[in-house]
């Protein structure tokens, strides 16, 4: 394959060279147990702790407040079953949207056979959260209200400070999903009334198969793995060193970044955006136009089958996603595309854009040209395009 465009970074992100490097030394040099009581494993421990403090900083928490996990998922899972059962006592009822990642949406089903309550929420025709309808929701029994923070198909952005003041007031503990925004949009969690935040590494230019959980101080937790003493007992097993490492890395260099690689991503996808909606007939853009990801942009082409559409992107080098990628492979369109109110036939035609700082111009021009080719190409085989033309000439 001659060219290569890699459009699929809300999939995963490519790990950065300073990440990597920053790795090594933890596999090869500095490989002791941090547990271990010689010297030679002592600094392993004060380099975790670094992280954790610059991890900490970037959320306006505290470093004792951060769990290391396996990932995104781990944390949502965390999150949900140890503040139900922490919080049973209270009440059974718990609060979370339509539009989630699978990692909460299953989680909320496991729950519900366990006697919890889950209210799924609605969202309007952009996926925004209606605030109207989470205070409506609230009972004397809610525990928790479990919001993602942006969403990972359509890139909408949550009114994050209004739902955790709704929390607050209410005396409910707030977990938002910040996979996709933390990196890419600024987090404060006290200004927010976060009580928990999850977030991951590969989504960052970190490595795979490491995330964390924020916890605020007193929030009552279950420990989510028994064992040893780390993380503060609340989640046993010999510290993932090389992948904590890359996530402080990580987070550090997307700080630094933030300001100018999403001024020059949003530029991009809005060249895109506009390119795309003008240059091909019957194209809608999903998610709210404004309050969205700098690097996402997420389309419908009427008559078209999204899968059709990715397989002939790949033929021309192009990595894209259709829903996610949990659910490609199934023949369900994505809930969070039914959530915004599309019919079945027009979410099935749906295409995810996500660019990294190394997309150009030139790139989205290649990319919109290949599109367009395609989607005219596929329309000219399909039947309902063919009604369609027929009806209205
Ligand atoms: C990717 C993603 C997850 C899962 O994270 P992993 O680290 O892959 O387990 C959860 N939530 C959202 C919104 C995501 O985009």
Redesign the pocket.
């Known amino acids: 394959m001659e060219r290569l465009i890699y459009l699929d970074n809300?999939a995963t992100t490519k790990t950065a060279p300073e990440v990597v490097e920053a790795m090594l030394p933890y596999f090869t040099e500095k490989y002791g147990n941090p547990s271990s009581v010689y010297s030679f494993a002592a600094g392993n421990k004060e380099d975790i702790a670094k992280q954790r403090d610059i991890i900490a900083e970037a959320l306006g928490a505290n470093g004792n407040e951060i769990y290391f996990t396996a990932?995104?998922?781990?944390s949502?899972n965390w999150a949900l079953k140890a503040a139900a059962e922490a919080y049973q006592n209270k009440g059974n009822h718990i609060i979370t949207t339509k539009i989630e990642?699978h990692?909460?949406l299953h989680t909320g089903e496991y729950l519900e056979k366990k006697g919890f309550e889950v209210t799924y929420l609605d969202v309007d025709e952009n996926g925004v959260v209606k605030l109207e309808d989470l205070k409506a929701a609230i009972r004397p029994t809610t525990i928790l209200i479990s919001v993602?923070f942006a969403?990972?198909e359509i890139g909408t952005i949550q009114p994050i400070k209004e739902i955790g003041e709704i929390a607050h007031e209410n005396g409910i503990l707030f977990h938002t999903?910040a996979?996709?925004a933390f990196g890419q949009v600024p987090i404060h969690v006290d200004e927010c009334h976060i009580d928990m935040l999850?977030a991951?590494?590969?989504?960052l230019n970190g490595p795979?198969g490491i995330?964390f959980l924020y916890i605020r101080k007193g929030v009552k937790i279950r420990s989510f793995i028994h064992g040893g003493a780390q993380e503060r007992k609340r989640r046993a097993g010999t510290e993932n060193v090389p992948g904590i490492i890359g996530l402080g890395t990580a987070v550090a260099r997307a700080v630094r970044t933030m300001e100018e690689r999403t001024s020059q991503e949003s530029a991009l996808r809005d060249y895109l955006i506009e390119r795309a909606l003008n240059g091909i007939p019957y194209c809608r853009l999903n998610g709210h136009r404004l309050k969205r990801l700098p690097n996402n942009a997420n389309f419908s082409f009427q008559f078209i089958e999204g899968e059709s559409l990715l397989i002939m992107l790949d033929m021309k080098g192009i990595c894209a996603s259709s829903g996610?990628a949990c659910t490609s492979g199934s023949l369900d369109p994505s809930h969070v595309l039914l959530a915004i109110g599309l019919p079945h036939e027009i979410a099935h035609g749906s295409l995810r854009l996500t660019l990294s700082e190394e997309t150009t111009k030139e790139d989205i021009d290649y990319v919109v040209d290949s599109l367009k080719e395609i989607v005219s190409k596929l329309r000219d085989m399909s039947p309902l395009y063919e009604d369609f033309i027929k009806k209205n000439s």
């Open positions: 809300a990932g995104g998922s781990e949502d990642h990692a909460i993602m969403n990972n999903d996979v996709q999850s991951s590494g590969h989504k795979k995330g996610s």
